[in-house]
């Protein structure tokens, strides 16, 4: 519909913008102006008149929600964004704890209204980091294979 209004609207201007180059100076070229600039309210318009006072709030609510849904998903990213950064935090610290210092990147999927840790990825120089995916395994809830420790 925009596009329909923007079409019509800059097809009047330009043809009027033609029709006032040919025309002097005077009043006839003001008279003409003023019937371009009712022309172009016209064509603004006439898409309008066809719309019903409840298509226009249906066309109103559907983009409301199409908007609405699209911050709740916005949201959600940053709060896995948020929550896989507090979690590799928390891995961090506790390989510290562990005397096996590494560095974590933690992906989670999404599970109804909150989020599962699917997958940790540890990057270690500690030769034996057994003990620090074991613990991790336990205190996530992940098997073990699903723990990947890259040495580096």
């Known amino acids: 519909m925009l596009w329909e209004i923007f079409r019509g609207a ?6 009027g913008a033609a029709l006032l180059l040919l025309v002097p100076e005077g009043a006839g070229r003001r008279v003409l102006a003023l019937g371009i600039g009712a022309a172009v ?3 603004v318009l006439s898409p309008l008149q066809g719309l019903r006072g409840e298509e226009i709030t249906r066309r109103l609510q559907t983009y409301a929600e199409s908007l ?15 929550l896989c950064d507090q979690i590799a935090a928390y891995i961090e610290t506790r390989a510290e704890e562990l005397s096996v210092p590494c560095a974590a990147e933690v992906e989670l999927a999404a599970d109804g209204d909150s989020f599962r840790v699917t997958k940790v990825t540890l990057r270690t120089k500690a030769e034996d980091p057994s003990a620090l995916v074991t613990a991790m395994a336990a205190e996530l809830g992940l098997s073990e294979e699903n723990i990947r420790c890259l040495q580096s």
């Open 41 to 43: 309210t016209v064509c």
């Open 10 to 15: 800059a097809a009047a201007a330009f043809i």
């Open 68 to 82: 609405s849904q699209r911050g709740e998903e916005e949201e959600k990213s940053m709060q896995k964004d948020i």
